[in-house]
């Protein structure tokens, strides 16, 4: 089969050049790819116009620099191939517009728009129109706009474009009408932040309360709260007056908004307060837990644990079965225990256990009961709660096999401690834990324990007592080695592991492309390696259920610069990965896949100029934004490092941008100057605990703090097991875990002077 489809390759490269013309592209080499594509045009006109190679001639110019170079070939583009002419306007128009000539850039993308262009083009022309409109652009090319038949996301963008010049030219009222209309329509969306923003310039002060609201809504979802104080308050008097909601915003959603913005801006009394008018004022349960749940919150950052504390347990009795009332149990639990109250804290833990949909907050609140005494010399009561930590959670996680390692180390139990660690580390060997794990195992006292267990496991011949055998014995014992040879034959000779070893990047020529008529703009563009905006091409000629397809896929994708959806194929190979299959045998190319590092230079820079380990601050841009400078989330957080507005602005002066706006959060180097520099002051603040500078990243800098204070040590373990909320904790595992990984894969790059495992144990 194989010999078949290498005679069909040499056969395809021998009268169509695309397929050298993809391997070389893949490889990297651009400059011969230009070569060719020079030559193939000069040897056969005609069947380069087909094959579209003006297009990957302009394609190749700019990804060589040469952009100045790339218009007349996409020009050319236009015209030799229809298929790729509203492509070829659509790089013309970026070309242009990169060069600096919005006027050009916005004309050609607003022809573009006007003839209904491919899908796949529709919101990035629209996205880099308005761009070129601010820039300068002729405001007459909207003229005809409602003709061209957009998505309403898109439609909102160009509303908001009109909107801006009208107020530029004069129409104040039709303007600012557009504006209050894109913020009733939605005030959480990117066109809503626009909006806001221009509303606010215009809007006279005192104004008018209505609109005033809609700005102060507008502003909390983007999480810019200074600004949304002011316009919530007025807006409020609105809704005092019409007695109901304004808008579609009720007084509850308004109050809330106004108490969050405050909580956010660090003014916890203020918070307090008014989430406690907020509870007194709500109708249903549940959103009186929620503001009683916020109200101690706000006590409990503050430093007030006795209110906090009262607090909490009123959430709780407000709604008992509701939404909030594991999580006030918990926290209660956890003040109570940190002031001595070891009985209310237990009765608050037994309280947990009750109900099957508290399995999970009864789980955490053992292993947080578990971890501050094992941290403590105790043994008494630890063992119990790690028991229904695992009946809980219905498995033995690693952290629940690594703090039942510390319970049998301080029992004396050698063997078992090793049994426990080596547990953790089978499963999931880049987990914070098992990091930690690892660690515990070098121990002095614990090696003659790990020796024996591993030389016993060495002599079974079975996949996970090899696995166990490789980790207790590393690769520079003989035995380890032998461990790991024999572990990988056994995984070599299993039908469900062995597809995943064999997995390779397939040369060009042997892709089932070219057994197909080639009409689609996509399918035209991918022959010659391009992908443009994840195009449906690529799934339906690199299906995922064929493991070498997808990894070229992922493969293709980075090198056009879509990390984001290159990511996407890298992790669907990997969550189908068995569990058996430790990924130190996977190849090298498909772990680049899937921990790959963009803009290298930038980060090794920007990182050692910081003073901070590059390979963490790419394991944070890899969680945060998946390598996208485009990504925007829910929470209004932009680009490669997942900034909001108000931390940016507090930050771009000392990067030397006193002025940023949002678009520039979008630009890679400003996104991982900022990046660097808040994580380098936030170790700094935690004294060099990574494990809160991580946290804080993703929680905030007080809450993570909140937590530092609810530990015994000054261990990373017990920090991790004590991160409250699980969203932080899933978060502050996978970029640590994704740190553990840069530092294998890329081991001779990236540190300075520690790595990741420097900072996961520091307990002995």
């Excluded at 001595?340 to 399995?359: C, V």
């Excluded at 094992?374 to 063992?383: D, I, K, Q």
């Excluded at 771009?652 to 678009?663: E, S």
Aim: charged share 25%; aromatic share 8%; with cysteine.
């Amino acid at each position: 089969m194989i010999s078949t489809l290498l005679l069909a390759a040499v056969a395809v490269s021998a009268q169509d050049p695309r397929p050298a013309l993809v391997d070389l592209q893949l490889q990297g080499l651009r400059e011969d790819a230009l070569a060719r594509t020079d030559e193939a045009e000069v040897a056969d006109p005609e069947a380069a116009q087909r094959w579209g190679l003006d297009y990957l001639r302009g394609h190749l110019l700019e990804a060589l620099h040469q952009e100045g170079d790339a218009p007349a070939a996409f020009v050319a583009a236009m015209l030799s191939t229809p298929q790729l002419a509203s492509y070829g306007r659509y790089r013309l128009a970026l070309n242009q517009y990169r060069m600096g000539h919005p006027e050009v850039a916005a004309g050609l993308l607003a022809n573009l728009l006007a003839n209904r262009p491919p899908p796949a083009l529709t919101a990035p022309a629209v996205r880099y129109l308005a761009d070129s409109l601010t820039l300068g652009g002729d405001c007459r090319l909207l003229t005809d706009m409602d003709a061209w038949r957009l998505p309403d996301p898109e439609l909102r963008v160009m509303d908001l474009s009109r909107a801006r010049c009208d107020l530029q030219q004069g129409r104040q009222r039709r303007g600012r009408a557009t504006l209050v209309r894109l913020l009733e329509e939605k005030q959480s969306d990117e066109t809503a932040r626009g909006a806001a923003d221009l509303l606010s310039r215009v809007l006279p002060h005192p104004g008018d309360d209505r609109e005033s609201l809609l700005l102060g809504m507008a502003f909390y979802h983007h999480r810019e709260f200074e600004a949304a104080i002011e316009p919530l308050e007025n807006g409020l008097r609105a809704l005092e007056s019409a007695g109901t909601e304004v808008f579609d915003i009720t007084m509850e959603e308004a109050r809330y908004a106004l108490a969050r913005s405050h909580f956010w801006l660090r003014d916890y009394p203020t918070a307090a307060s008014q989430f406690a008018r907020l509870a007194g004022a709500e109708q249903s349960q549940s959103d009186a837990a929620r503001a009683l749940y916020q109200q101690a919150r706000s006590y409990e950052l503050e430093g007030d644990r006795r209110a906090a504390v009262l607090i909490f347990d009123q959430a709780f009795s407000a709604d008992p079965t509701g939404r909030w009332s594991a999580a006030a149990l918990m926290s209660s639990l956890r003040i109570h225990w940190q002031q001595g109250n070891i009985e209310a804290a237990l009765d608050r833990f037994q309280q947990l256990g009750t109900r099957s949909g508290w399995r999970r907050g009864h789980a955490r609140a053992a292993l947080f009961l578990a971890a501050s005494d094992l941290v403590s010399g105790e043994t008494r009561r630890a063992g119990a709660w790690l028991t229904q930590a695992a009946r809980a959670t219905r498995t033995e996680t690693p952290e629940i096999a690594y703090w039942r390692g510390r319970l049998a180390e301080l029992e004396g139990k050698a063997t078992t401690a090793v049994e426990h660690y080596v547990s953790a580390l089978a499963q999931d060997p880049y987990h914070p834990l098992s990091e930690a794990a690892r660690i515990r195992l070098d121990q002095p006292e614990l090696a003659a324990a790990r020796r024996s267990r591993g030389v016993r496991l060495a002599a079974v011949d079975r996949t996970r007592e090899l696995h166990e055998a490789w980790i207790l014995l590393g690769d520079e014992d003989p035995l380890g080695a032998e461990s790991r040879d024999h572990l990988r034959r056994h995984m070599q000779n299993s039908s469900k592991v062995r597809p995943f070893l064999e997995m390779q990047i397939v040369p060009a020529g042997q892709w089932a492309i070219w057994d197909v008529e080639l009409d689609r703009p996509d399918e035209i563009l991918l022959s010659l390696g391009i992908v443009e905006h994840m195009s449906p091409a690529v799934g339906e000629h690199f299906p995922v259920a064929d493991n070498s397809l997808a990894l070229t896929a992922s493969h293709l994708l980075a090198e056009s610069g879509l990390y984001r959806q290159s990511l996407r194929f890298s992790e669907i190979l990997s969550n189908r990965l068995p569990d058996e299959l430790p990924q130190q045998f996977l190849s090298e190319s498909y772990r680049r896949m899937l921990y790959p590092i963009p803009y290298q230079e930038l980060i090794h820079s920007r990182a050692s100029s910081a003073g901070i380990e590059p390979h963490l601050l790419a394991a944070i841009i890899r969680e945060e934004s998946r390598f996208d400078p485009m990504a925007v989330s829910a929470a209004s957080a932009r680009g490669l490092t997942q900034f909001v507005m108000g931390t940016a602005r507090r930050y771009g002066p000392r990067i030397g941008r006193p002025h940023l706006k949002a678009t520039d959060l979008h630009r890679p180097e400003v996104a991982i100057a900022l990046g660097a520099l808040y994580l380098a002051d936030l170790s700094n603040r935690y004294s060099g605990h990574i494990f809160s500078a991580i946290a804080a990243y993703n929680a905030g800098e007080d809450q993570a703090e909140l937590w530092q204070s609810y530990c015994n040590s000054e261990e990373p373990a017990e920090y991790f097991t004590k991160v409250g909320f699980s969203q932080t904790r899933a978060y502050l595992e996978k970029v640590v875990g994704s740190w553990l990984q840069y530092d294998e894969i890329y081991p001779s790059t990236g540190r300075q002077n520690a790595s990741a495992t420097d900072f996961v144990d520091n307990s002995r």
